[in-house]
T-cell receptor, first 116, second 112 residues
Framework: DAGVIQSPRHEVTEMGQEVTLRCKPISGHNSLFWYRQTMMRGLELLIYFNNNVPIDDSGMPEDRFSAKMPNASFSTLKIQPSEPRDSAVYFC??????????????FGSGTQLSVL | DQQVKQNSPSLSVQEGRISILNCDYTNSMFDYFLWYKKYPAEGPTFLISISSIKDKNEDGRFTVFLNKSAKHLSLHIVPSQPGDSAVYFCAANGRGTYKYIFGTGTRLKVLA
């Protein structure tokens, strides 16, 4: 099992540019989460998908952030336009939740985003 | 509003001694709790979990204790090893929700 795969591992961009982060969840998992890690807030949940449908995007900070899951094996998180305060590590996680919660999450290695 | 709190940002322990990491939560609807370990430049990995119907769960050197009345859980590592040096996150989840709320993490350093 390859685990959750995220790309790129590192992204450096200039303020105002569009940034796209990618995630391939573990095959067979039906739930996908995007988290952002910062020193002040720890791991913040940005958005949650179940069976490719966005269920909860209340953690998405602003309209500049958007996420899609066109199929069960791929998701993107886009920031447009990016700002320096978006600099953080972004994690994707997946799990199999057939009847609800209480299943552990499997995390990818993260994308370190730096917006200059 | 931080629903899951880890009030100690860092902890140092001698090798062979016990490490105790603490976590407090505010939402009484949480019924499942997890601990994750994170090494630099890697994603968090699952360590141990506990359901609210239990007050203790043990896995090798790792034990999690849950005190529902105090809304407090702790992770005990005995004996601590240098390889345990990492950031530890606690997380909580409520029945019927898919939202896992994480704390801010505690950096554990085990000194050889």
């Amino acid at each position: 099992d390859a685990g959750v795969i995220q790309s790129p591992r590192h992204e450096v961009t200039e303020m105002g540019q569009e940034v796209t982060l990618r995630c391939k969840p573990i095959s067979g998992h039906n739930s996908l989460f995007w988290y952002r890690q910062t020193m002040m807030r720890g791991l913040e949940l940005l958005i949650y998908f179940n069976n490719n449908v966005p269920i909860d995007d209340s953690g998405m900070p602003e309209d500049r952030f958007s996420a899609k899951m066109p199929n069960a094996s791929f998701s993107t998180l886009k920031i447009q336009p990016s700002e320096p305060r978006d600099s953080a590590v972004y994690f994707c996680a997946s799990s199999y939740q057939p009847h609800g919660a209480n299943e552990k999450l499997f995390f990818g290695s993260g994308t370190q985003l730096s917006v200059l | 509003d931080q629903q899951v709190k880890q009030n100690s940002p860092s902890l140092s322990v001698q090798e062979g001694r016990i490490s105790i990491l603490n976590c407090d939560y505010t939402n009484s609807m949480f019924d499942y709790f997890l601990w994750y370990k994170k090494y630099p430049a890697e994603g968090p990995t699952f360590l141990i979990s506990i359901s609210s119907i239990k007050d203790k769960n043990e896995d090798g050197r790792f034990t999690v204790f849950l005190n529902k009345s105090a809304k407090h859980l702790s992770l005990h590592i005995v004996p601590s090893q240098p390889g345990d040096s990492a950031v530890y996150f606690c997380a909580a989840n409520g029945r019927g929700t898919y939202k896992y709320i994480f704390g801010t993490g505690t950096r554990l350093k085990v000194l050889a």
